[in-house]
């Protein structure tokens, strides 16, 4: 069945850097555009960056647009997010999810931004 | 920026009773392909996000037949035709038209 574990939230001081990871089974990952979201505590949901099937476009989030970098690695059937400048603001449950409709999603993994 | 507008914030529904969410956008969700970018998930207490409705008004593989999708261009609506315990979360509408944007969500209660 399709799986999507994501990992590497943790608790980081302001400015500092996280990277986070998605690694799925259960679906050829290569052919699949690929998504973060993230949801800071009691809020919605938020998209904050997104790559295509072939990696060759990203887009972000005005939010997070020079901090973050997207990327996957289709060998290892994985996703990454590379987070710099943390603030407090990045506090939050970031999950990633397949495809463009998002019709997967894994259960998140918690990134906690505190000095 | 496309921004999406959901009302009511928050439902209260009595199981058997219908219920009904709009969610509204700043501009047409017409792609050039004829396709609909928008879609609407449910995240029940403590889960993550689950998709019912794809393309505005097409059901997601495994969705009840009691959750349907309308509408075009800006306004659309998410209707429970009979409402039932396990449908308790919060609902949002998504557009991938231009980047992507989320509702603010509607919480419903029973």
């Known amino acids: 069945q399709v799986q999507l574990v994501e990992s590497g939230g943790n608790v980081v001081r302001p400015g500092g850097a996280l990277r986070l990871s998605c690694s799925t089974s259960g679906f050829i990952f290569r052919d699949y555009y690929m998504s973060w979201v993230r949801q800071a505590p009691g809020k919605g949901l938020e998209w904050i960056s997104s790559i295509n099937d072939r990696g060759k476009k990203k887009d972000y989030a005005d939010s997070v647009k020079g901090r973050f970098t997207i990327s996957r690695d289709d060998a290892k059937n994985s996703l990454h997010l590379q987070m710099n400048g943390l603030t407090a603001e990045d506090t939050a449950l970031y999950y990633c999810?397949?495809?463009?409709?998002?019709?997967?999603w894994g259960q998140g993994t918690r990134v906690i931004v505190s000095s | 920026d496309i921004l999406l507008t959901q009302t009511p914030l928050s439902l209260s529904v009595t199981p058997g009773q219908p219920a009904s969410v709009s969610c509204k956008s700043s501009?047409?969700?017409?792609?050039?392909?004829?396709?609909?970018?928008l879609y609407w998930y449910l995240q029940k207490p403590g889960q993550s996000p689950q998709l019912l409705i794809y393309e505005a008004s097409n059901r997601f593989s495994g969705v009840s037949q009691r959750f349907s999708g309308s509408g075009s261009g800006t306004d659309f609506t998410l209707k429970i035709s009979r409402v039932e315990g396990d449908d308790v979360g919060v609902y949002y509408c998504m557009q991938n038209l231009q980047g992507h944007t989320f509702g603010q969500g509607t919480k419903l209660e029973i």
């Open positions: 999810a397949r495809g463009v409709a998002m019709d997967q």
């Open positions: 501009q047409s969700l017409l792609h050039s392909d004829g396709k609909t970018s």
